[in-house]
Each structure stands twice: as C-alpha cells, then as structure tokens.
C-alpha cells in the first residue's frame, strides 16, 4: 500500500514548477501502478500549449476556472477549435493526444492521470510535450 500526503510532495523533487504551472507528482513510473497521478496547479491569467504526443492524460478540475482550445491541422499552421469552458467538476480526456491551449483565469486545480505514467521530473518541452518513454 503506498500511502502520501500531499505536503511531503509539496516540499519533495516530486513537486515540478513552470512559468504557467506547478504539478506534484503524487504517483510516478516508480511506483508500479501503471499510470501516474498528479494535483496540477495551472497559475492565473496564462496560457500554456500542450501536446502530449507520447501520453495520455485525463483531467479533472476540483478548483478554478479556465478553457481548453482544441487545435487542429499540421503542427506549423494549426486551426483553433471552438474554446472548452473548464470549471470544478469538468473533466477531459485527451485520447487522440489532442494538442490543444489552456487558459487559466482563475488558479485551476486539476487532477491528472498519465499513461504511460511519467518518471515524476519532466516538463513540457517547445513543442508543448513530454518526451517518450524510453522503455
């Protein structure tokens, strides 16, 4: 049985900051489960491109509000979709790894489920993905 709480992940290395994020990673490759779970903290008023090309992530919002934008097309010269509102209780599931912009108005608190589960240390790279699973 694993059991944490999440102010040891708050002050551990399993706690990860962006510009437009901070994620703890509560569950990671490491502990065997087959996925990773994490409270994902989207910070106020910015807007972050996400494309997570190698993984699968289901989202839901317990705090905040804020959109998803679908976006569409080729890489270069993608199309904007028609804007998601995202509040407490919405939940999203990115099952083509659908790249898409989130927006944040408020602080959102998202809680988010990866598969293939994540090593606990990544962060988004220029193309709005975390690298591969080298396994």
């Not at 099952?95 to 090593?119: G, Y």
Request: with cysteine.
């Amino acid at each position: 049985m694993i059991i944490r709480h999440f102010d040891e992940i708050a002050a551990s290395s399993q706690a990860i900051h962006a510009d437009n994020w901070s994620s703890f990673r509560l569950l990671t490759r490491q502990d065997g489960m087959g996925f990773s779970l994490h409270e994902t903290w989207i910070h106020p008023g910015t807007e972050t491109h996400i494309w997570y090309k190698h993984h699968l992530e289901a989202v839901y919002c317990i705090e905040g509000e804020g959109e998803i934008q679908p976006l569409h097309g080729s890489e270069d010269a993608p199309t904007p979709g028609e804007p998601i509102s995202i509040q407490p209780g919405t939940m999203y599931a990115l099952d083509k790894h659908d790249r898409h912009l989130l927006r944040a108005t408020t602080r959102l608190r998202l809680i988010c489920v990866f598969d293939p589960p994540l090593r606990g240390d990544e962060t988004h790279g220029p193309d709005g993905a975390y690298p591969a699973d080298p396994e």
